[in-house]
């Protein structure tokens, strides 16, 4: 490979974790060494920039990581990026610290701020999607989803234990904010009756149906999976009016939280992660800026930012179709 004109790269975590984000990174600093380009760290994402607050990073200095959850560079929201003073402090301190280009490893809203950190001052940018919640366009899989996916699926394996046992109703609350892909995979594969997410526009009318015909089936005990952004109102509203509409059933409400953001990343988000790292200071010595790195049909590829941020990947309509008629 040609000699890279990046020669310095500053890499972050920012928005929400995921578990991966320590994987990507190791991947980042490593290959940047591979290459022989400087690599520093910043912490706790745009706020680290803001207050200059970096450090030198080699290959030891991520070692040992890539089996942890959550991100040794801390990650956060920051609100002083927000404003064009924050950026500009940011970008004085890129200049102070002659950065040639960023890593920033995280969603929607990370890239956002990439995308226009970039405009304003013409820094190059490459994002790593690492996000439980697997809505970002332009990759198969964000970094996190998988592990969160298998969290949930565990926790409601455990949950339909009880409700069996008992003859009980259980709605399970999952994470992902306004996208059901967790709820729809973890529902699909612990067996739920239903499963309700944004994308579906669902009715309270389609839910009173389903558990009709359940009973009219002979199912005693069921777990209806709910993404936190489902429309139809909160899983408390959501239990209150079943319960009105079916006072014998003995119902009972499970928020998963934030126990899918954390633990040991699984081996598919390791081997994503990896790639994705490798692949984002590869892209950045080729000449890539403001693009996404991703993995679509097993490959790397590279989406505009500005893309990524517009579009969000779209729920399969067959495992709807497959969930609803393996539930009863």
């Known amino acids: 490979m040609k000699e890279s004109a990046v020669k310095k790269i500053a890499v972050f975590t920012s928005g929400g974790d995921a578990p991966g984000m320590n994987a990507a990174l190791r991947a980042v600093v490593r290959t940047a060494n591979h290459y022989k380009i400087e690599?520093?760290?910043v912490r706790e994402g745009y706020n680290g920039l803001i207050n200059n607050d970096l450090m030198?990073?080699?290959p030891r200095s991520v070692k040992n990581i890539i089996t942890q959850g959550g991100t040794i560079l801390k990650s956060a929201r920051s609100k002083d990026f927000l404003t064009k003073e924050g950026r500009q402090k940011a970008y004085e301190n890129c200049i102070k610290n002659e950065i040639?280009?960023?890593v920033c490893i995280g969603g929607d809203g990370t890239?956002?701020?990439?995308k226009i950190f970039s405009d304003e001052h013409n820094?190059?940018?490459?994002?790593i999607p690492g996000t439980i919640d697997n809505d970002i366009f332009g990759t198969d899989n964000t970094i996190g989803y998988d592990t969160a996916l298998n969290t949930a699926m565990d926790a409601i394996d455990k949950i339909r234990d009880t409700a069996t046992s008992h003859n009980r109703v259980f709605f399970v609350e999952v994470m992902g904010r306004d996208a059901g892909f967790i709820a729809l995979n973890s529902g699909l594969a612990t067996g739920?009756?239903?499963i309700l997410i944004p994308e579906?526009?669902?009715?309270?009318e389609d839910l009173?149906?389903?558990f009709k015909r359940a009973e009219r089936a002979g199912k005693a005990s069921s777990v209806v999976v709910v993404a936190e952004g489902e429309e139809l109102g909160g899983i408390y509203d959501i239990a209150k009016v079943t319960k009105e509409k079916f006072p014998d059933f003995d119902i009972r409400v499970a928020i998963l939280g934030h126990i899918q953001r954390g633990g040991s990343p699984s081996c598919a988000d390791r081997v994503l992660a990896s790639r994705l790292g490798y692949g984002a200071v590869v892209g950045l010595m080729n000449g890539e800026n403001k693009v996404m790195v991703g993995m679509r049909s097993n490959k790397v590829v590279y989406t505009a930012i500005e893309e990524a941020i517009r579009k969000h990947n779209e729920i399969d309509k067959d495992l709807l179709a497959i969930s609803e008629i393996l539930a009863i």
């Open 208 to 210: 009173f149906n389903t």
């Open 192 to 194: 739920a009756l239903d």
């Open 39 to 41: 690599c520093y760290g």
């Open 56 to 58: 030198k990073m080699g």
């Open 100 to 102: 040639d280009a960023l």
């Open 111 to 114: 890239f956002t701020g990439a």
């Open 123 to 127: 820094i190059r940018v490459i994002g």
């Open 200 to 204: 579906k526009k669902d009715s309270i």
